[in-house]
């Protein structure tokens, strides 16, 4: 979820009055009648409360702060009726301020997830195929884990990675991700009859585009929802040589199994 911030810093031309480190200063100088205690109260250094005052002095052409004389109490400083004002005037300021940022982070927070879908668009990768889904389950083996990503549309991709990089993206059930696989790794089956296959993973598609090339062809495919409620529309691109093209009769409309092995699936996160 995205979270906004920010703070005031009161400039005057080129010069920096500061921010609220320095109006915290001049408010426990006035509390306490002392800039010891004061710089204490606020974590300061004597030296820095003091060259902070003094430029504080100096941009405001008139002091800020002024020693009282030395008495009973040994004496101590005030804060001038401008310094005061400017406490006043600051702390309005903030308050708005505040107010200001709080509506800022609630635009944020309604626009959240479009904010993590611009996020996802600028992914750029060398894999022509993105998939993007949530973990649905994580099974773990001796070296490698399986772990099964579900697509918008219902459809169930299975990437097996090592042991290592599932701690590492801290890939668990209800994590974002995204799949990568490259198009060559895409192959095609077609055909009512039954077939036993050792690739993991078997997506029911369609063809909309063949991009013809001098030896291969770009196959676009629309992955076929399994949740018929879905209204995702994902696409998959499979690399195969025309010879492959003209062997399944390959045509818009036409419909096909993609396949690809687990091994061939590269996690990230989104």
Same mark, same amino acid.
């Given at each position: 979820m995205l979270e906004l911030d920010g703070t005031i810093w009161l400039r005057a031309g080129d010069n920096n009055w500061g921010?609220?480190?320095?109006?915290? &200063?001049? *408010?426990?100088?006035?509390? !306490?009648?002392?800039? !010891? *205690?004061?710089?204490? *109260?606020? =974590?300061?250094?004597?030296?820095?409360?003091?060259?902070?005052?003094? !430029?504080? #002095? #100096?941009?405001?052409?008139?002091?800020?702060?002024?020693?009282?004389?030395? =008495?009973?109490?040994?004496?101590?400083?005030?804060?001038?009726? +401008?310094?005061?004002?400017?406490?006043?005037? %600051?702390?309005?300021?903030?308050?708005?301020?505040?107010? %200001?940022?709080? +509506? &800022?982070?609630?635009?944020a927070e309604a626009a959240s997830e479009?904010? #993590? &879908?611009?996020?996802?668009?600028?992914?750029? !990768?060398?894999? +022509?195929?993105?998939l993007f889904g949530t973990v649905e389950a994580v099974v773990s083996g001796a070296v490698n884990d399986v772990v099964t990503l579900r697509l918008p549309g219902g459809q169930a991709v299975a990437a097996t990675i090592t042991q290592e990089s599932t701690h590492a993206l801290g890939l668990t059930p209800g994590v974002q991700a995204v799949a990568l696989i490259k198009a060559p790794a895409v192959m095609l089956l077609r055909g009512a009859g039954e077939w036993r296959l050792s690739a993991e993973n078997q997506l029911p598609c369609v063809v909309t585009e063949i991009r013809e090339g001098a030896v291969q062809s770009e196959v676009r495919l629309r992955l076929l929802e399994a949740n018929a409620s879905s209204a995702a529309d994902t696409v998959l691109v499979a690399m195969l040589s025309r010879l492959a093209v003209e062997t399944l009769a390959l045509a818009e409309g036409v419909e096909a199994v993609a396949v690809f092995e687990a091994s061939n699936v590269i996690l990230g996160l989104v």
């Open positions: 921010g609220r480190g320095r109006i915290a &200063l001049l *408010a426990a100088i006035g509390q !306490t009648g002392s800039i !010891t *205690a004061g710089a204490k *109260a606020v =974590g300061l250094s004597y030296k820095a409360a003091w060259d902070a005052i003094d !430029t504080m #002095n #100096n941009l405001a052409g008139e002091p800020l702060v002024v020693r009282t004389a030395g =008495g009973k109490g040994g004496g101590g400083s005030v804060l001038t009726p +401008r310094a005061q004002r400017l406490i006043d005037g %600051f702390r309005v300021l903030e308050a708005e301020h505040r107010r %200001f940022v709080e +509506r &800022l982070d609630a635009a479009d904010a #993590n &879908l611009l996020r996802r668009l600028m992914l750029r !990768t060398s894999a +022509r195929n993105a």
